[in-house]
């Protein structure tokens, strides 16, 4: 799966595209853009998406940013997918006063990706490409 940067953001944003679900079945709100953010700890949606999928908030908490405002969030599992790959149970932080949806390094490091900042683009590696990089 291959996904250009989020050119709203200067410079542009590493992105992906990602799809959210609840309780059994695939995952079926979405597609979202999603920031690639290798700086962030966890993963964080907008409150609204976990509430459409009726999801059970699990306990209140306080969400830092890089400059050290915080602000309450509520933690809930949700289902990602992300191309081909469905991740079950994530830990999501969702976050009421935001619109955008970050992939920390709880999702991030369960993907093998290729950010390729020259072509502007995030590419989700297949099996056959991870295993011959790996090899290298």
Known sequence: MRVPFDSKYTPAAPALQV?????????????????????????????????????????????ETQWGDVHPVTIYLLDINVGDLRLPGVVVAGDPDSGEI??????????????????????????ATVKRLRAR
């Open 19 to 63: 799809m959210f679900g609840y309780g059994s079945g695939r995952p079926s709100l979405g597609p979202f853009q999603a920031i690639v953010d290798t700086g962030a700890d966890a993963t964080i949606v907008p409150e609204d998406i976990a509430r459409q999928l009726k999801a059970t908030p699990l306990n209140p908490a306080q969400l």
């Open 102 to 127: 970050v992939l920390g390094r709880n999702v991030l490091n369960k993907l093998s990706l290729f950010l390729d900042g020259p072509a502007q683009q995030t590419d989700l590696l297949d099996d």
